[in-house]
């Protein structure tokens, strides 16, 4: 039995790490090709749309492919907003849609599904509240594509993945094409500016070592880069893909600290403590004594990061995960004015507290009570001011659906990392890009035991889709 074990986990090893290195030099490459000549990453979007709407359709989902093709969207959402090479805003998030209702057009969804069917339904009302108050192009332009487009992502994520069983090795194909793009947003940012200019540095969001885009958003994404990255060196034992990911943490923790926001490096931080808990509970004695190694190795490679970057920002980058400003002085609000918002929010809801004020409505609520005009940095306090009780419904289909999927299998060893990432990131960002929702979905996968699947020696690998 043990070596049966030991044969499965080898062909999982194997599997799972020998396409790698062809597909990190190829996201590298188009990195430096895009940096070259921005328009070449239009043809990127078109090429991955593409190839992954067709093995999709090819396929019929058999393999999951709609899974893997929303995946890379999801990681590589930033990076053409960034360059430019979209149609739409939101194609990000309307892409991740398409390919899990295409995904389920093949091979369905799980029965167990009717509290996000519930989820769904219950945003709908706020649409017709705000048509009442707002013009036509507004509601469907703005409410739509800005406010919901994200929830809907979300709950169309949670449809395609609660209840449905996938291997191990389809889960790290996942990882997989989550993480390249992000590897090519942060080669490309290294590129677009190699070396800081002190000059340079914003202490509230670094647009120079940001592409000139939001530093909020990149943060975000090279934070979830850094934790997938962190997870490989556990789940991965090859040692020298250990040793390529372990500089690519580097690499891609420094890019994330440097955007000086503090948003997405923190949920990483989080990110990465909630998995290291589950995956050495889950361990035998044996593997323990291996990831008590790993722990350290990552804990000094963490250490010696924040000293590099703190070194390269002057001390500025100390002084900004310490809430104080350039001149070393303690600030008073380490929101950095998010609570306010929220307190608007909770008093548009106070205020309606039936069905709320209405899809996109609260941007002109704190406009009227604050005399500023942005956007929630909150999502479960918009979906409370904007919807009202049927927002406090979502707000709670939403955490405990997972936590008594969580609790009736504990067999996905990403849950608990997963769901922190999304909560605290749609509480600093709101659902500004598709990750929190895609992510949030990935938490409700059934991860099908190694144990529990037969010995195949004689089949053919299935290659690594890239």
């Known amino acids: 039995m043990r070596a049966a074990l030991q044969y499965r986990d080898d062909v999982f090893q194997k599997a799972i790490s020998s396409e790698y290195v062809r597909i990190l030099l190829l996201h590298l490459g188009i990195a430096f090709a895009v940096n070259t000549y921005e328009k070449l990453a239009f043809f990127h979007f078109l090429g991955a749309f ?17 899974l893997f093709g929303a995946a890379y969207l999801v990681g590589a959402e930033v990076f053409w907003r960034m ?3 979209t149609i739409f805003y939101e194609t990000g998030k309307y892409g991740v849609i398409l390919f899990l209702l295409i995904g389920m057009f093949f091979k369905g969804a799980s029965s167990k599904t009717v509290p996000y069917w519930i989820y769904l339904l219950v945003l709908m ?3 017709i509240i705000a048509s009442m108050a707002l013009d036509y192009d507004t509601v469907f332009r703005k409410a739509i594509a800005f406010n919901l487009a994200g929830p809907v992502c979300l709950g169309v994520s949670a449809l395609y993945c609660y209840y449905k069983k996938i291997t191990r090795y389809e889960m790290e194909k996942v990882i997989i094409m989550l993480l390249m793009p992000l590897i090519t947003t942060m080669a490309y940012l290294h590129l677009y500016t190699p070396r800081l200019d002190q000059s340079l540095i914003s202490m509230s969001g670094n647009y120079a070592a940001t592409g000139g885009y939001g530093p909020n958003q990149i943060s975000t994404v090279l934070g ?3 934790f997938l990255l962190v997870t490989r060196l556990f789940v991965i034992r090859t040692r020298w893909i250990n040793i390529v990911d372990l500089f690519l943490l580097g690499v891609m923790s420094y890019r994330a600290m440097v955007t000086f926001s503090r948003g997405g490096v923190i949920t990483a931080f989080i990110c990465v403590v909630s998995f290291i808990i589950i995956w050495y509970y889950k361990q035998g004695a044996a593997e323990k004594t291996r ?3 790993k722990v350290g190795v990552l804990l000094l490679a ?3 990061s924040w000293i590099f970057t703190n070194f390269q920002t002057g001390g500025l980058i100390f002084n900004r995960y310490t809430n104080r400003n350039a001149a070393g002085q303690l600030k008073d609000d380490i929101t950095t004015g998010r609570a306010e918002l929220v307190e608007t929010e909770l008093e548009g809801f106070y ?7 209405g899809v996109g409505k609260g941007y002109d609520f704190r406009k009227e009570e604050l005399g500023i005009e942005i956007a929630s940095h909150s999502e479960i306090s918009r979906l409370l001011s904007e919807h009202g009780m049927l927002g406090v419904v979502a707000v709670l289909i939403l955490i405990f659906v997972p936590l008594l999927f969580w609790l009736k299998f504990k067999n996905n060893y990403y849950f608990l990392a997963f769901v922190a990432f999304w909560f605290l990131t749609i509480n600093h960002s709101a659902m500004r890009i598709a990750m929190p929702a895609f992510v949030y979905g990935l938490a409700l996968l059934y991860i099908v035991d190694d144990k529990k699947q037969p010995v195949q020696k004689k089949k053919p690998m299935e290659r690594l889709v890239v």
């Open 83 to 85: 360059t430019s090479a």
């Open 50 to 66: 593409g190839y992954f709407l067709f093995i999709t359709i090819q396929n019929e989902n058999r393999n999951n492919e709609a």
């Open 291 to 293: 990831i008590n190694f």
């Open 351 to 357: 205020h309606n507290p039936v069905l709320g004020l």
């Open 224 to 226: 979830m880069g850094a």
């Open 125 to 127: 009302p706020g649409i």
């Open 302 to 304: 963490m250490f010696l």
